[in-house]
């Protein structure tokens, strides 16, 4: 079984700065790609920022030049600095990854996080 355990969110001011952390455990192979989601209330849930396991990353438009996505591979870890963050970021963010349990798994699975609440006060 995989788990992915996020932590770091928080409330901040507008301005202000949180990074994420999501680790994932359990029986893990290889990890593709990981990345960030966030819903707010009443929203449906959107991308934030994906990365590669080669390292190549994108970003939502709205969070360019003010989130960094980054992965630690040796510790089955995703970030997210998160910069100069607005009201407007304020939602549960949730990381995700497409994962290899075994060596003879054909295709990855799609894991979740729980989620971490970031509030942004204006």
């Known amino acids: 079984q995989v788990q992915l355990v996020e932590s770091g969110g928080g409330l901040v001011q507008a301005g202000g700065s949180l990074r994420l952390s999501c680790a994932a455990s359990g029986s893990i192979f290889e990890i593709n790609a990981m990345g960030w989601y966030r819903q707010a209330p009443g929203k449906q849930r959107e991308l934030v920022a994906v990365?590669?396991?080669?390292?190549?990353?994108n970003y939502v438009d709205s969070v360019k030049g003010r989130f960094t996505i980054s992965r630690d591979n040796a510790k089955n870890t995703v970030y997210l600095q998160m910069d100069s963050l607005k009201p407007e970021d304020t939602a549960v963010y949730y990381c995700?990854?497409?994962?290899?349990?075994?060596?003879?798994?054909?295709?990855?699975?799609?894991?979740w996080g729980q989620g971490t609440q970031v509030t942004v006060s204006s």
């Open positions: 995700n990854a497409d994962i290899f349990e075994t060596y003879y798994a054909n295709y990855p699975h799609h894991y």
């Open positions: 990365i590669t396991s080669g390292g190549n990353t």
